[in-house]
């Protein structure tokens, strides 16, 4: 089955810039987001269609694709950025969705 | 704005089934698509499937195939997942999400499964 591969824990300090990368093969045909899960809470969208940021989410997230790699940038970590980041698309067929593995990003 | 209400908490023991339900309030839009994920404790996001609350037609990940069947009713608003022969191993929080505008955008607060005989 198709999988999306992520790198498992980032740590950072504050006003570090975190890039969290996500490798799929279809990922040069579908179409990606990005979900930011705090502890004992539901995950929420931070960025969809690899680049586009819902209008609550803050300035600081971003996202980019290239090839098969997307990767979410946070720009200047805040404390309450700690959190688990996964990222999300689709098989090929498009009619399969999946989730990565997650990356937990500590900020110490 | 949107939001999915979601049940608190199941407990179910081992082969029966369990159905959660997801309601929509804050619009009156009945075509729309919903997501099922679920989470164990201390694992990642894993999909289930998701269903056209306007006619019904759901596709399945393969892992639950055969075991789930997910649908809605557009007079209450409210999405539901059926879970059978239930294992331990389905101890996990269901979220529901849905689609429109956008994929994922909006999700429940998840129900606490515990299967447990």
Redesign the interface.
Known sequence: ?YELRQSPSLSLSPGQTARITCSGDALTTR?A?W?Q?KAGQ????VI?KETQR?FEIPERFSGSISGTTVTLTISGVQPEDEA?Y?C?STDYSG????????TKLTVL | QVHLVQPGAEVKKPGESVKVSCRTSGDTFTMYYM?W?RQAPGQ????MG?INIGDGIA?Y??KFRGRVTMSGDTSTATAYMELRSLKSEDTAVY?C?RDGP????T????TRVTVSS
């Not at chain 1, 539901?42 to 969208?45: D, Q, R």
């Not at chain 1, 009619?95 to 997650?102: A, Q, R």
């Not at chain 2, 956008?102 to 955008?105: A, E, L, N, P, S």
């Open positions: 089955s179409s987001s979900f899960q539901a995950p929420v969208l969809y819902p688990d996964y999300q009619v399969y969705f999946v989730f990565g593995g997650g | 997501h994920v990642g996001l894993e999909w998701i596709s990940a393969e979220y999400a956008i994929k994922f955008g999700w429940g607060q998840g």
